[in-house]
């Protein structure tokens, strides 16, 4: 069993919980000078302070973008141009590259490479750059006392933070303002915020995948996991909705790009917005993670990647369908499992128990304390018990019932449902809502396959009645179980032979004469319902309880533990936004006898390859030309770098971030971590903890050499 070289030293400077290290932490820009700016010299940054973020002038986070919602972002991307160039992940760009495939065009298979800016394609997602940050905490908890309790702090809170967005927001301009510490501090994020964003260039998947889920958080790794889009403006340079009169985004501040090549111990620095982790969690969350929740939503995802792949290898149309549906079911599965798997080997509860000891010893020694932070353990201990009631339910319902396609399309008819059994229906509101699902509609059967979500159903139907404890199952899921005797293969195939929704044109026939009573009749719909109103009436309110509990517990805990060191420096965690972390470029020992070096070649793909495999094949042309060594000015010492490592802390969200030296240059694209620190985002594995890149020089080999595209690269300041 691996065990940690930091439990010996856990309790050196008390709790050993986040501190300053120069690679751990996933750190807030506005504090880089009070915080970390001397640790980040000695490790190598040449630039200054104002250099990396400055209010008041470019800047590097300038060149920093969010893709999707701000401070809800589902990847992060870096500016390479003056153009508004930017590059991200692969599986970032997946879900636009799939919606615009298909059998004759499938860019999936082919890769895309837009020659001019009138053959880009719009991504269908927004970016946000950050224009600054404010501290508002004092603001916020202004309304607060000791004496409320959760629900009415929420109360309390909840209408200055609309106000302060409200206030902050326009004309291009969105503000979020979001906890921190669980609730002991509050930042606002101010976003430019641009919804017209396109795809430029996407290697094909053998190459944006290469790998697949077999090496998907593993090293070492040979992905080119990397997509090209451009950020469009008004001709203000100001954000516009989508426009054929727009043009290319002059950005405050671009990356130049550095194909010198990279050195073991050399600073790296990582900026984007990673999306959560909870390195505060207690020994008693741990423990209800490993065993009471992933193991059911790991059973789930993988049943329901079984029947995809069952019904993806029918034909080719079937596979761009459900290809972006697979990736993002199967990467949290494994994820899952790897967390399980870390965070079990390495002891990571035994640790937080060791914690919670001198925690516990702390407020033992003080009668205040004991009055404010006496009950924490017991409140955390009381929270999971009750969570664990309705777990499995909870998990059934999150990753199987809203995983069956057609319930989720129904619950899309619940705000229909209510506007056709009022009293007196405005056919105006009317129209504009039918409308509205027309248009969601018209996406979702493009991707859809009835038979596939038939199957998944059935399953999902079977798993429920087997692992959802009698006294807890909804009364419809009961009264359809007798029913149908336990044949859930029959049920399923009722519901879809009988609903509406299995189908566009069945869909658009009811439109054309919608009442309130066939809509209810739609056993779809009905099912999505039923188990909706189960939930919010018999499971929500138990969890709600119980929740309110543990975020007391946690508020109180963090509250406690930045007293008993006042000269630590802490970071929050992540939450979606903007964040930097650093530290050096460098290999590990995974295990005993074991060492990975930092980097891997092209030499690997051709090691790896499997003509004709889903997850290793690779393109005769680029076969063609690591065996010929091909490489142009990307090699170095006759060899082209791939993909490198460094000991930066990231977390799901940080997908697409840029890989920074000491000088500001961009060296490569963050998209992975690996397997022996999967227990990352609860605790940090100093030893083990390695972040996963695409070497720059590598993506642009591809790019030039194997696409043909070197008009891209002319975009960019590449620094030789």
């Given amino acids: 069993m691996l065990k940690k070289v930091l439990v010996a030293a856990i309790l050196v400077g008390f709790l050993g919980l986040p501190e300053a290290r120069s690679d751990e932490g996933m750190w807030l820009p506005m504090f880089i000078k009070r915080l970390n700016y001397a640790d980040m010299q000695e490790k190598g940054l040449k630039l200054t302070p104002d250099e990396i973020y400055s209010v008041n002038s470019s800047s590097l986070k300038d060149a920093i973008v969010g893709l999707g919602r701000p401070a809800f972002n589902f990847c992060s991307g870096e500016i390479v141009s003056s153009q508004g160039l930017f590059i991200t992940n692969h599986h970032c760009g997946y879900g636009t590259i799939q919606a615009n495939s298909t059998v004759e065009h499938n860019y999936l298979k082919d890769g895309f490479w837009a020659m001019n800016k009138g053959e880009e394609i719009p991504a269908g997602f927004s970016i946000s750059i950050l224009d600054h940050m404010e501290d508002v905490t004092a603001t916020v908890l202004a309304a607060v006392n000791d004496n409320m309790d959760e629900t009415q702090r929420a109360a309390a809170i909840a209408p200055i933070m609309d106000s302060l967005q409200k206030a902050n927001s326009g004309e291009g301009m969105q503000a979020v303002v979001k906890s921190f510490f669980k609730g002991n501090e509050y930042y606002m994020f101010v976003y430019q ?17 290469f790998g697949g889920d077999t090496d998907n958080w593993m090293w070492p790794r040979h992905t080119g996991d990397f997509t090209l889009f451009r950020i469009y403006a008004g001709k203000d340079n100001k954000p516009a909705a989508y426009s054929e009169d727009n043009v290319p985004y002059k950005p405050k501040h671009h990356l130049p790009v550095n194909i010198k090549g990279l050195n073991e111990g050399d600073y790296a620095m990582i900026w984007g917005f990673p999306g959560r982790t909870q390195r505060y969690l207690s020994s008693y969350g741990i423990e209800h993670m490993i065993y009471k929740e992933y193991p059911t939503r790991i059973k789930v995802r993988r049943m329901k990647l079984d029947l995809y792949e069952e019904g993806m290898a029918r034909d080719e149309a079937t596979r761009i369908k459900y290809s972006s549906k697979h990736a993002g079911v199967s990467n949290y599965w494994k994820n899952f499992i790897g967390m399980s798997t870390s965070l079990e080997a390495l002891d990571v509860a035994g640790q937080k128990r060791a914690q919670e000891k001198e925690f516990s010893d702390w407020v033992a020694a003080d009668s205040k304390r004991q009055e404010k932070y006496g009950s924490v353990l017991m409140m955390y201990q009381n929270g999971y018990d009750t ?8 998990d059934l319902y999150v990753e199987g019932i809203w995983g069956i396609e057609i319930l989720t399309l129904s619950a899309q008819f619940m705000a229909l449902d209510k506007l056709l059994a009022s009293d007196e229906v405005d056919p105006k509101a009317l129209d504009g809502m039918i409308q509205q699902i027309k248009g969601a509609a018209g996406d979702f059967y493009k991707d859809y396959d009835a038979q596939i979500d038939q199957n998944v159903m059935a399953a999902v139907m079977k798993m429920y009645g087997e692992e959802v404890p009698a006294e807890l199952q909804a009364e419809y899921f009961k009264t359809l179980d007798k029913k149908y005797k336990g044949n859930y293969e029959k049920l399923a195939a009722d519901v879809f032979k009988k609903s509406f929704m299995a189908n566009e044109d069945k869909m658009n026939a009811f439109f054309a004469k919608a ?45 406690a533990i930045r007293q008993i060191n006042p000269d630590k420096s802490y970071y929050p965690d992540a939450n979606s936004t903007l ?40 393109p005769a042309q680029l076969i063609e030309m690591i065996k010929n060594k091909d490489y142009g000015r990307y090699a170095k010492d006759g060899d082209l770098v791939v993909c490198f490592l460094s000991n930066n802390d990231i977390t799901g969200g940080n997908s697409g971030s840029p890989v920074i030296n000491g000088e500001g240059h961009l060296i490569g694209t963050a998209f992975d971590g690996n397997w022996e620190a999967m227990s990352g985002d609860v605790d940090f594995e100093e030893n083990l903890q390695r972040t996963i890149s695409v070497d720059i020089r590598y993506t642009l080999f591809i790019i030039d050499k194997f696409a043909g595209a070197g008009h891209l690269v002319d975009e960019m300041t590449v620094i030789e």
Avoid: C, H, W
Wanted: hydrophobic share 35%; charged share 25%.
């Fill in 193 to 209: 915020v641009f919804p017209d964003v396109r795809l430029v260039g996407a290697p094909p998947s053998s190459i944006g995948k």
């Fill in 387 to 394: 969570l664990l009631k309705t777990q499995k339910k909870r």
């Fill in 515 to 559: 009442s309130s009573k066939s809509l209810s009749a739609d056993p779809a719909f009905k099912m999505f319902k039923e188990f909706y109103m189960d939930y919010m009436t018999n499971t929500s309110p138990v969890r709600k309880v119980a929740g309110e509990q543990l975020a007391r517990a946690e508020r109180l805990y963090i509250d």
């Fill in 579 to 618: 964040r930097f972390t650093y530290g050096n470029v460098g290999g590990y020992v995974p295990r005993d006898a074991t060492y990975f070096k930092y980097f891997t070649t092209a030499q690997g793909i051709l090691e790896k390859y499997k003509p004709g495999d889903l997850e290793f094949d690779a």
